[in-house]
């Protein structure tokens, strides 16, 4: 996530069917902006639809440029 003197908070949620999300994680980022990887980890779930909501911030905007989801489940 990226902005001017960032300070975000956000959550990341799932869905199986893109209507009831399940909040798994609430995160805080802070520090500036960044073209580098930022992981974040959560527990592992089933879904198909990931959501990220931007639940507070310090600047009037917040861009993400590139998301991969990856899982360390067979």
Excluded at 33 to 42: C, I, K
């Amino acid at each position: 996530i990226w902005g001017d003197g960032t300070r975000y908070q956000f959550t990341i949620s799932f869905s199986t069917d893109n209507n009831t999300y399940t909040n798994v994680t609430q995160l805080t980022r802070t520090g500036t902006s960044t073209t580098q990887a930022e992981p974040y980890t959560f527990p592992v779930t089933q879904a198909q639809y990931l959501k990220i909501t931007i639940t507070q911030s310090i600047t009037t905007y917040a861009q993400i440029s590139d998301i991969s989801v990856f899982s360390n489940q067979s």
